[in-house]
């Protein structure tokens, strides 16, 4: 082999070592959360060294967003609050039913899903409320639905839990398209490449934008999660997911309450600390 060979065979033993060296740390990649959890009544912030930085109390929380303003907005038991970076409440909106979700609005708005009533609705910045969807189910009441969340083109995903399925309305309430799963489901979010990720109970499942099957990663083959219920989830920069594994009402199931899994199927983190965080319900990026 002569010189010219041998550098380019070396040129690209290097190039290649140095993409496995970056795949690594990018699935060891360290991230920070906001969760709810549940049975803790606490939203909790978890540093990228798998601290819990900050507690806010929030009675039955399901849902919660960490504001631009850096305000905490979360769902308690029947209705929602925004408190301040000092945990004063700075807004709240009471409501008559069991709320399990909300979500910031680009208009300023919030949406909140009032499941008893089995309907979602949006109110301004006053608690005045600006829209009211009625959705369409078969099981109502206490478990009509969890995770409800508005899409970009004003369409809403609903994941009906006693249903088991995922429907997603158009702005005027009418069902265009659903996600049937064999166990209840909890949350649902639709990528810019028009697929959906949706939990149910066992399983992060992908659909196509034509509403195909086409990824499923079931807890039942990683029995060493101790999953009881999947709840929230994210899809994360490196394409990973990461996802609340809910683990009952006292007493508590044992289990790791939060993990992170690839494309291939691989459990890449889990967070093993049951005690600091019981039951998570859901799970938000925070910006690094």
């Known amino acids: 082999m002569n010189n010219i060979a041998k550098k380019s065979s070396m040129l690209f033993f290097l190039v290649g070592l140095t993409l496995i060296t970056l795949s690594g740390q990018l699935s060891a990649q360290?991230?920070?959360?906001?969760?709810?959890?549940?049975?803790?009544?606490?939203?909790l912030f978890l540093d990228s060294s798998e601290q819990i930085t900050r507690e806010i109390n929030a009675?039955?929380?399901?849902?919660?967003w960490k504001l631009k303003s850096g305000n905490v907005l979360f769902t308690h038991r029947t209705g929602i609050d925004i408190v301040s970076?000092?945990?004063?409440?700075?807004?709240?909106?009471?409501?008559?039913?069991?709320?399990?979700?909300?979500?910031p609005l680009a208009n300023g708005n919030i949406m909140v899903g009032e499941c008893s009533a089995g309907r979602i609705i949006?109110?301004?910045?006053?608690?005045?409320?600006?829209?009211?969807?009625?959705?369409?189910y078969k099981v109502g009441g206490h478990t009509c639905f969890r995770g409800a969340r508005k899409l970009k083109n004003g369409h809403y995903l609903v994941s009906h839990y006693g249903d088991k399925t995922v429907?997603?309305?158009?702005?005027?309430?009418?069902?265009?398209?659903?996600f049937i799963r064999p166990h209840a489901v909890y949350a649902a979010q639709r990528l810019d490449n028009g697929e959906t990720i949706v939990s149910d109970r066992f399983c992060i499942s992908i659909y196509s934008k034509k509403g195909k099957l086409i990824w499923e990663f079931n807890t039942k083959d990683h029995p060493e999660l101790g999953v009881y219920h999947l709840t929230g989830f994210q899809l994360l920069p490196n394409n990973e997911i990461v996802v609340c594994n809910w683990l009952g009402h006292k007493p508590y199931h044992k289990g790791i309450p939060l993990f992170r899994i690839n494309r291939k199927k691989e459990i890449t983190w889990t967070y093993?600390?049951?005690?600091?965080?019981?039951?998570?319900?859901n799970i938000q990026l925070l910006k690094q």
């Open 30 to 43: 360290n991230y920070s959360y906001l969760i709810t959890a549940s049975e803790r009544h606490k939203v």
């Open 59 to 64: 009675n039955n929380t399901y849902d919660g």
């Open 85 to 103: 970076p000092k945990n004063e409440t700075v807004f709240q909106y009471k409501s008559e039913h069991e709320v399990y979700a909300c979500q």
């Open 122 to 136: 949006e109110i301004d910045r006053k608690g005045k409320i600006q829209k009211i969807v009625p959705l369409t």
């Open 167 to 178: 429907r997603e309305y158009n702005s005027k309430g009418k069902v265009v398209a659903e």
């Open 272 to 281: 093993k600390n049951a005690e600091a965080t019981y039951s998570c319900t």
